[in-house]
């Protein structure tokens, strides 16, 4: 199974390119950059990582993150999450960065974008990996900081496909930030939401009505309102789930009780991602393995997760096509 698992074409959607950041290019750009962290060694920081809830993570994720300052920082962080894409067969990948946690620090928006940019052409040219980029708004911040990275984000639209919400959920609800999506929405920008990962299945209720996005991040917290799921089943909203994110941050305490492969069966467009794999522990392979180590699952089942996140990309219906042929091609041989 494990065998099969690696070698499957797989697509990611649910990316944070800051949780990507591994201890040990965090210890070497804090050299490069003269950054002081609370850390004497890469193994000191991977003990600091265990979390009880969402908030426990993001506050050492946004220190992790202070060793980001120039572009050459940006394009290493991508290229190196490129390189493990490349060893667990991802073939297209759509990636979130937070100019917020940068911005803020008097990192200018373009360092950010042109150094994650220029990884991902290069990545297309010498990976033959496709890519996508999301700038997602964190939410414990007003709606109005958010309504000025949108407007920041405008001269970079062509590397931009769309707009995402992250960071607590408690407490900062979609609602908040109504106006920010409909605004990008007017400037052409698809949308995407983190809803009912530690927050009540309403969220993903407003993601949907009133920030009209195309995705669900997370969104496992659905079982609790029988109606959406039957919903999210017939409308093919797709959601893209984090299962050791999920295992990390408590949201489930066992994989047995995941409930991926149970909304699979239902016939939910679920898929599986990475979230910020430095630091919950496992990449694309090592999600879809675990998933697969506690749910028993056919090799026709692991496969959809792959097709659901080709039907939920942001690409070309034409590309979508071609990818949809090398799964099932790869099925034909490894089925
Ligand atoms: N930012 C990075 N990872 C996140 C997650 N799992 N939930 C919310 N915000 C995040
Ligand atoms: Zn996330």
Not at 27 to 35: D, I, K, S, T, Y
Not at 229 to 239: G, H, I, S
Not at 285 to 301: G, I, K, L, Q, R
Not at 320 to 329: F, I, P, S
């Amino acid at each position: 199974m494990h065998r099969f698992i690696q070698q499957l074409p797989k697509v990611e959607l649910h990316l944070h390119i800051e949780g990507s950041l591994e201890p040990e290019l965090m210890f070497e750009l804090a050299q490069r950059n003269q950054v002081d962290i609370p850390f004497t060694s890469p193994q000191e920081v991977r003990d600091a990582y265990q979390f009880t809830n969402l908030q426990d993570f993001l506050d050492i994720y946004y220190q992790g993150a202070n060793v980001l300052l120039h572009e050459q920082d940006f394009y290493d962080l991508t290229w190196a999450y490129l390189l493990r894409c490349k060893e667990d067969n991802v073939i297209h990948t759509e990636i979130f960065f937070d100019p917020q946690t940068h911005t803020a620090r008097g990192v200018a928006f373009e360092t950010v974008i042109e150094g994650i940019s220029k990884a991902l052409d290069q990545g297309k040219k010498e990976l033959g990996i496709s890519s996508q980029i999301i700038m997602c708004f964190l939410r414990h911040l007003s709606e109005e900081d958010a309504i000025k990275t949108l407007e920041q984000a405008l001269p970079y639209k062509d590397k931009i496909i769309g707009v995402g919400l992250d960071s607590s959920e408690q407490g900062h609800p979609p609602e908040k930030f109504t106006e920010v999506f409909r605004q990008a929405h007017e400037a052409g920008f698809l949308a995407v939401a983190h809803a009912g990962e530690e927050g009540p299945a309403m969220n993903i209720r407003n993601a949907i009505d009133i920030l009209g996005v195309h995705r669900v991040d997370h969104g496992v917290r659905c079982v609790e309102d029988k109606a959406l799921v039957t919903e999210l089943a017939e409308t093919r909203m797709p959601l893209t789930v984090c299962p050791l994110s999920n295992l990390k941050l408590k949201v489930f305490e066992e994989m047995e009780e995941h409930n991926i492969v149970e909304l699979l069966r239902q016939g939910l467009c679920v898929t599986i991602n990475s979230d910020d794999p430095a630091y919950f522990g496992g990449y694309m392979t090592d999600n879809f393995n675990a998933v697969a180590d506690a749910h028993p699952m056919s090799h026709e089942e692991l496969a959809q997760f792959t097709l659901n996140a080709i039907e939920a990309s942001f690409i070309a219906d034409q590309e979508k096509q071609q990818m949809k042929n090398t799964v099932h091609k790869f099925l034909t041989i490894h089925g």
